[in-house]
């Protein structure tokens, strides 16, 4: 049984380099839900995710609620070198001195496409295939919030899409903030989607496509809604 959160800022302040990045920001994602941020390049999406992470101080009590612990997939992979593929998948385990669960940790590896490279050092590894040990390592984590940031950038497009179902079907349930620059992987993904734009931050209204995610790639009823964001996107970065 999952115990979704929901998720909320209340009054987040961040100034970066002398200049406001978010101020008196308020913001809530609902449980149990995959809420997608876009908006332009340096606009603050991976910022607020680190907040919910508790690796940016946006301000005292900002952050509700405290979170004891979250999965968290950073743009780069992080991969640990001295470690072969398995062990990077179940390195929380290890750092809590958990007994690592070999099995599921293969199991994953097997569905993100790397069975054969679970022995794999990450210098061994394409860019690719580092970045799915490292999502990989997220949903071994099996917590009820996942915050991912970048996931599938840089992947071939059919590894892309598959990489998209697989998540959307394993983090089923669970309060998902997912930020991505591409408004078709969120419109693919999103069961809410957000775009932030401005200086200071503020949120757009909330975006709900209809229908079970993840969803079709040829779904014509998108179209509209795609070319809608990469107006509001364009209009952010202005």
């Not at 940016?56 to 612990?69: I, K």
């Not at 809590?96 to 070999?102: F, I, S, T």
């Not at 998902?176 to 999103?190: I, K, N, Q, S």
Request: hydrophobic share 45%.
């Amino acid at each position: 049984m999952r115990n979704p959160l929901s998720l909320h800022l209340r009054s987040a302040r961040l100034v970066y380099d002398g200049v406001p990045l978010f101020e008196n920001l308020d913001a809530e994602f609902a449980a149990g839900r995959f809420t997608c941020l876009l908006g332009p390049s340096g606009v603050g999406k991976s910022t607020l995710l680190r907040a919910f992470a508790g690796l940016a101080e946006v301000g005292p009590g900002a952050v509700s609620p405290e979170l004891p612990r979250v999965a968290w997939m950073a743009q780069d992979d992080l991969l640990c070198p001295w470690l072969d593929a398995l062990g990077n998948v179940t390195l929380g385990a290890s750092l809590r001195g958990e007994k690592a669960d070999l099995a599921k940790a293969r199991d994953l590896l097997a569905q993100v496409g790397l069975a054969d490279r679970a022995g794999a050092a990450p210098h061994e590894l394409s860019g690719g295939q580092r970045q799915r040990v490292a999502l990989a390592r997220t949903l071994y984590e099996d917590q009820d919030v996942v915050l991912m940031d970048e996931p599938f950038a840089g992947l071939d497009a059919p590894t892309r899409w598959r990489l998209q179902e697989l998540a959307a079907t394993l983090l089923a349930g669970r309060t998902v903030l997912l930020v991505t620059h591409d408004p078709r992987e969120a419109l693919r993904l999103g069961h809410d989607i957000r775009v932030l734009a401005g200086r200071p931050v503020k949120l757009g209204p909330v975006l709900s496509p209809q229908g079970a995610t993840p969803r079709a790639l040829d779904d014509v009823s998108l179209l509209a809604m795609e070319t809608k964001l990469i107006g509001e996107i364009a209009d952010g970065a202005a």
